[in-house]
């Protein structure tokens, strides 16, 4: 069983940044292909970004590409989502997803699930 912890939500005004951290449990972290997804209220949950265990990396829709990077460290088994130039319809809660093979866009290539954290973005 995989754990994972996600960290740094908050409230965060418009045009400013937010990191988001996931920690993964120690000495699975090598194995997993690692994401991001985020669930607005009324919305279904959409695919942010995922980054593999070689560091290949995807992103969403065309909205988020520019303003958010994800990226790994692998001494801190821990994977990050930077989140830049925010605005209103970044309000959402973000999942951290990992899988031991699979890397995608579909909520169904991921088997482990965060908590999620709350990102709200003020105007």
């Known amino acids: 069983q995989v754990q994972l912890a996600e960290a740094g939500g908050g409230l965060v005004q418009a045009g400013g940044s937010l990191r988001l951290s996931c920690a993964a449990s120690?000495?699975?972290?090598?194995?997993?292909?690692m994401g991001w997804f985020r669930q607005a209220p009324g919305k279904e949950r959409e695919f942010v970004a995922a980054?593999?265990?070689?560091?290949?990396?995807?992103y969403g829709a065309e909205s988020l590409q520019g303003r958010f990077t994800i990226f790994r460290n692998h001494a801190k088994n821990t994977v990050y989502l930077q989140m830049n130039s925010l605005n209103g319809e970044d309000t959402a809660v973000y999942y951290c997803?990992?899988?031991?093979?699979?890397?995608?866009?579909?909520?169904?290539?991921?088997?482990?699930w965060g908590q999620g954290t709350q990102v709200t973005v003020s105007s």
């Open positions: 997803v990992a899988d031991r093979n699979r890397l995608g866009r579909n909520i169904y290539h991921y088997e482990y």
């Open positions: 120690a000495g699975t972290f090598y194995t997993l292909q």
């Open positions: 980054v593999s265990r070689s560091n290949y990396t995807i």
